[in-house]
């Protein structure tokens, strides 16, 4: 069995405690909280919550640590430190400082001897395997990367800091004639108002002014102004019914020729009820791969780009060949 | 450079030497093939034709060897004996032999200090890994492939062999009532009539009994009589102007719950204008991989399930973190 340790238990932490439970070769041994343990209630019976600046002392008893912090200001920190003593699995999905958390995680992880994995879940993840997949065996064409129908957290955010607005929630939703264009090949040049659209669902205060709200939103830069946006007001309780899961998915399709006039069109998608629970599962499939590439002597930082299919797979090798080839 | 060679030239050869010209780092250095050299053609100037018993002279001259044999006689002999003097890679599909051919490829590869990567392409290969990832990271679910629209050569030549028959050419396509069942996370139980058809284009002889014929394609076991077939007359002029390209493609689905009534659908799919040019860039990708994985030391049976996305990118890794993460 392999015993995973979780540092942090939001909707991550609770979607990789959930996978946990459907892999047989691992079992949860400890959650860990800055909360106070005594407020959390865990899923899972007879484990037990502990204070974050504890951990240190199961430096033994953890073989994988999977890290579920946010990526603004407690990955950077917490990755790092923690590789000085588990092996550990994280999130972290800001681009513009991939290379410098990995140099930070790998310079932590081969002095200890441990494995790193970062950037782990469907985007950064999945979709990255596949975009590089893709770009290997069809090197002469175009990759296009599509999100949606889904919840952007980051996005519902920015609303919530207009003045008026008591809740909201935004989903990115591909634009359809984009992906047509794209499945059939054409190679279109794409703006970023072409591939996505954005649809708000938005609770005000009594009496706010809605005209000025729908404007702040529409026009708010970064976040709204690049993109074709509806804005709809709706109750608390509609927005508490109808808009409190959390689906998401998307798109990776590469199109390209490998002779003149020849094309050829690959496609990967995911359609998820649950963002967390599905981004838990990839979570825990990569402890297996960092235990095992631990286990046979590895050390430092890696990413999905490192890892065989064999070594993240529950089922044995010569299984694989005669079931799964 | 890696030094390519490719054994064998017919469409599937032609789609490797096709496939090499659109990657940098590769060169065509000679073809090897058991007809007269002379009577052969091939598109890449500079490079000769060699009889394909002459081929061990050109141990210190060839990286991988690319072996564009057939599965049913040709690779069960050519890529364990050609395993012993280089790496080389194949596109076995005989499924129920797999696991011997890995057997005997592994001991040559592994005396010789090669590599010998068999059983890659689209299916298997690229379906392979990815049924095998899914499965990895959605372990509570069922997986669904599907092949087509596309050329089945086996099913083509069955045709053929039909008394009164001059020429034909078999599609198998999705069904695709059953590809939104799938789709939608049903998680239906499919039947082999109900998951693909069988549509035929065949050319007779004059005054040939087509009632009889139609018939007879209809109920052949193994290859129709569990298929809702489709059978067309037509001229050898239609069947030359509409049907003598070489498309394919497919899709592998999975769909799985992390947790009660919490689904989730993952799908890839390929569609292919050429097979054998798209299953030529497959193992091109994998020649890059065949090489390094023995530049690092490796010898014996590989398949993709043994690969990391970085060892057939040709991307360097620091630029996959930076462009494609």
């Known amino acids: 069995m392999i015993r995973i340790g979780i540092f942090g238990y939001g909707n991550l932490g609770r979607g990789v405690e959930t996978a ?93 001897g441990k494995v790193g994995v970062i950037s782990t879940g469907w985007d950064p993840g999945m979709f990255s395997i596949n975009r590089a997949i893709m770009e290997s065996i069809l090197p002469n064409g175009s990759t296009y990367t599509f999100w949606g129908k889904g919840i952007s957290q980051g996005h519902s955010d920015a609303i919530r800091r207009v003045e008026g607005v008591l809740d909201a929630r935004q989903y990115t939703i591909p634009v359809e004639e984009a992906l047509e264009s794209v499945r059939s090949g054409e190679n279109p040049y794409l703006t970023t108002r072409q591939k996505h659209k954005r649809e708000c669902y938005v609770v005000v205060k009594e009496g706010a002014d809605k005209a000025r709200i729908e404007n702040e939103i529409k026009n708010m830069p970064d976040y709204f102004s690049d993109y074709d946006t509806v804005v709809n007001f709706i109750s608390a309780e509609e927005l508490k019914k109808n808009h409190s899961k959390m ?40 402890a297996r791969g960092a235990y095992r590439l631990n286990a046979r002597g590895e050390a430092g930082c890696k990413t999905v780009f490192d890892f065989a299919p064999r070594d993240i797979s529950p089922v044995d090798y010569s299984e694989l060949l005669k079931h799964t080839l």
Chains 1, 2 share one sequence.
């Open 20 to 112: 946990i439970k459907k892999n047989d070769d691992m079992e949860l041994v400890a959650v860990f909280t800055r909360r106070n343990p005594e407020d959390l209630k865990i899923e899972t019976k007879g484990v037990n919550v502990y204070q974050a600046d504890t951990i240190k002392s199961f430096k033994d008893k953890i073989d994988v640590l999977i890290i579920c912090g946010g990526s603004r200001t407690d990955l950077p920190v917490q990755t790092p430190e923690l590789a000085k003593y588990f092996n550990v699995v994280d999130s972290f999905d800001t681009h513009a400082h991939v290379s410098e958390h990995f140099q930070n995680v790998d310079k932590s992880a081969r002095e200890a």
């Open 247 to 286: 689906p998401h998915g998307g798109f990776v399709i590469r199109s390209g020729e490998t002779s003149e006039g020849v094309k050829h069109v690959i496609e990967y998608s995911l359609k998820l009820d649950s963002n967390p629970e599905f981004t838990g599962s990839i979570l825990v499939a990569y």
